[in-house]
């Protein structure tokens, strides 16, 4: 196993974005969003943090409750970019300015309940909303292929999918990358595999979709929520991990009370791609 530091201590962390020097990071039970570098926190009344997204002029895209705020951490300045919906999870940037990003059912994951559906959702750079596709069983991390011609997805409680993207980023028929029922966080490396965390799953796995080989990064924990490259040559890799139980509590409706999840960084044993960001004109 690689060595893992220890960079930060919380109930459940979820939300992660490293963008530069800036590590952004949410704990979805104590709510905004912290700079581990600067110690600044933005949005400190949203909760349930799921997804974080850079915007071109450095404002940050944050998913949750009710849709998709945006707060610009250098201005203080902020807004909604996306509303009308129950919650909004994982985000990429569709390559052209605008973003993909996935539904869930907050407000029944809050109350203890079910969820019902989930949805994959495209905001084009002016604003139009397309549904790419819905009926989903939880919509988790997802990317884009380097070529853009395919999206990858994580259904959490069914498998890791993928679905080929055609003009107008129609999505053509679903096929599962691989079974996974914990799917959870996702995302890429500069070889275009796609690394998967579980939220029951003490190891990672990067898959090669052209033929299925994986590379596997034991954890230091038992599950993971979210991973991100980052760091000058992109081989820094940033891992939230997270204590099984306490999903199942959250899932449950009831307080969580230990701080045993934690974010690490270790070295991976390749380079990851950068994250585009998106382009909206926030006012």
């Given amino acids: 196993m690689p060595e893992f530091e220890e960079l930060a201590r919380g109930y459940y962390l979820e939300g992660l974005l490293v963008d530069g020097d800036d590590i952004w990071l949410t704990d979805v039970v104590v709510g905004g969003?912290?700079?581990l570098t600067t110690g600044q926190i933005v949005l400190p009344g949203r909760t349930m943090i799921g997804g974080l997204l850079m915007n071109a002029d450095g404002s940050l895209l944050v998913a949750g409750h009710g849709?998709?705020?945006?707060?610009?951490?250098?201005?203080?300045?902020?807004?909604?970019?996306?509303?009308?919906?129950?919650?909004?999870?994982?985000?990429?940037?569709?390559?052209?300015?605008g973003m993909l990003f996935g539904t869930i059912d907050l407000p029944a994951i809050l109350q203890g309940r079910k969820p019902g559906p989930s949805s994959i959702r495209r905001m084009s750079v002016d604003g139009a909303m397309t549904v790419l596709k819905d009926g989903l069983a939880f919509a988790n991390g997802l990317s884009l292929s380097p070529d853009g011609k395919e999206l990858y997805f994580n259904e959490s409680f069914a498998a890791s999918r993928r679905f080929p993207?055609?003009?107008?980023?129609?999505?053509?028929?679903?096929?599962?990358?691989?079974d996974?029922?914990?799917?959870?966080?996702?995302?890429?490396?500069a070889g275009g595999r796609?690394?998967?965390?579980?939220?029951?799953?003490?190891?990672l796995?990067?898959?090669?979709?052209?033929?299925?080989?994986?590379?596997?990064?034991?954890?230091?924990?038992?599950?993971?929520?979210?991973?991100?490259?980052?760091?000058?040559?992109?081989?820094?890799?940033?891992?939230?991990?997270?204590d099984p139980a306490s999903a199942q509590r959250l899932a449950e409706g009831t307080p969580l009370t230990d701080m045993?999840?934690?974010?690490?960084?270790?070295?991976?044993?390749?380079?990851g791609a950068p994250i585009a960001r998106t382009n909206f004109a926030l006012v």
């Fill in 33 to 35: 969003v912290r700079n």
């Fill in 67 to 97: 849709g998709i705020e945006w707060v610009n951490p250098k201005t203080g300045a902020q807004g909604v970019l996306v509303s009308g919906i129950d919650g909004a999870n994982e985000m990429r940037s569709d390559g052209a300015g």
């Fill in 165 to 178: 993207v055609g003009p107008d980023f129609a999505l053509g028929e679903m096929a599962t990358l691989r």
């Fill in 180 to 189: 996974m029922y914990d799917c959870d966080g996702m995302a890429l490396d």
């Fill in 194 to 203: 796609v690394w998967i965390c579980g939220f029951s799953s003490d190891h």
């Fill in 205 to 242: 796995l990067g898959i090669d979709p052209a033929c299925g080989e994986t590379l596997r990064i034991d954890l230091p924990g038992p599950a993971c929520t979210n991973l991100r490259f980052g760091g000058p040559d992109m081989r820094d890799l940033f891992v939230t991990v997270v």
């Fill in 260 to 271: 045993n999840s934690v974010l690490y960084r270790t070295r991976a044993p390749v380079a």
